[in-house]
């Protein structure tokens, strides 16, 4: 099988999961079919049509599209029936249980996950302590000196939104694009959490979106503890300022953070957490949606599950 052949049916599997962007260029799916001439390239995917007809702004994140791509390899002479080596683990891309509908605290603490201690005023330093709204920790945050990570920034992300949010998303730091722009989220992590949240009826707008980290460590290497303990204040009183009605955390690093455990984000997954007295979901982020698009389905049922507990419980 000639290299164009394979690509296109790698591109035609992606379109069958779902996918309508790539990531190393500006063409999306479709573009690269009809350059290469797949059959049926102008035609949207049936997921893709349902969609757009529903909502324009979610038509690329479509979870409820369970059509197994399988299907679609058989129909061109791929033999998809061999078991898959160890090497190359296989994506399951099987319809899931849904997750059971919680519509009273009781639900939440049948299904409850960790708890962290909810004790904050022994965490959080006098100065942050006294802040008293989301634009006074933004100024603070842009002139911390609480750790070395100021230096190497360009500029401070505290985190934007609605300061009455019912829904906070916490992902771990800010990248390049939100160390340039002061802003989280942006870029194309960024956009997917928009049509993440546009899932579950919501804009950014609805939501406060920030990071457990204000400052970009250097090249996106991981937080150190030490910068972990010295910003977590910030995290703590915007969420003791917004008292939302739940908090998801977006990635392996926010979720051990906010829950101060090493559990795996496949274990911290499908239960309600609390932090600080607040409903925390666990998901993945949005960055490793754009490397693995099997995950889309799982982090739409996790959000499901956060606007579940939107729609049932009272703010704590
Ligand atoms: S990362 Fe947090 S603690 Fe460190 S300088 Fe920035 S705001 Fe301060």
């Not at 939100?178 to 049509?195: I, M, N, S, W, Y």
């Not at 996106?220 to 503890?225: A, K």
Request: with cysteine; charged share 25%.
């Amino acid at each position: 099988m000639d290299a164009k052949e394979l690509l296109r049916r790698y591109i035609e599997q992606r379109r069958e999961l779902g996918e309508s962007e790539l990531v190393l260029d500006s063409l999306n799916v479709e573009d690269v079919l009809r350059v290469i001439g797949a059959a049926g390239a102008s035609r949207p995917s049936r997921a893709a049509r349902a969609a757009q007809a529903a909502s324009p702004t979610v038509r690329e994140f479509d979870p409820a599209d369970t059509r197994d791509w399988r299907t679609s390899l058989r129909d061109a002479g791929v033999n998809v029936d061999t078991p898959i080596t160890a090497a190359t683990p296989p994506v399951d891309v099987s319809p899931k249980p849904e997750p059971p509908a919680i519509t009273t605290t009781d639900d939440m603490a049948f299904k409850k996950g960790i708890v962290v201690a909810s004790d904050e005023a022994d965490l959080i330093p006098d100065t942050i302590l006294k802040l008293r709204s989301l634009d006074e920790i933004a100024e603070k945050v842009k002139k911390c000196r609480r750790c070395p990570l100021y230096e190497t920034a360009t500029n401070a992300v505290p985190g934007e939104g609605d300061p009455h949010a019912e829904l906070v998303c916490v992902g771990e730091a800010p990248g390049a694009k939100e160390d340039e722009t002061g802003r989280p989220f942006v870029g194309q992590a960024g956009q997917l959490l928009t049509k993440i949240l546009a899932a579950i009826d919501m804009t950014r707008e609805q939501v406060f979106i920030c990071n457990v980290l204000k400052h970009r460590p250097p090249g996106n290497r991981n937080p150190q503890p030490e910068e972990v303990e010295a910003c977590s204040p910030y995290l703590i009183r915007q969420l003791e300022l917004i008292k939302p009605k739940v908090i998801v955390a977006f990635g392996t690093f926010a979720a051990q953070t906010l829950l101060q455990t090493k559990t795996p984000l496949g274990q911290l997954r499908g239960l309600v957490h609390r932090y600080h007295g607040i409903p925390l979901i666990v998901t993945y982020h949005p960055a490793a949606l754009l490397r693995n698009p099997a995950w889309k389905r799982p982090t739409w049922e996790d959000v499901k599950l956060a606007r579940r507990i939107l729609d049932s419980a009272p703010r704590s």
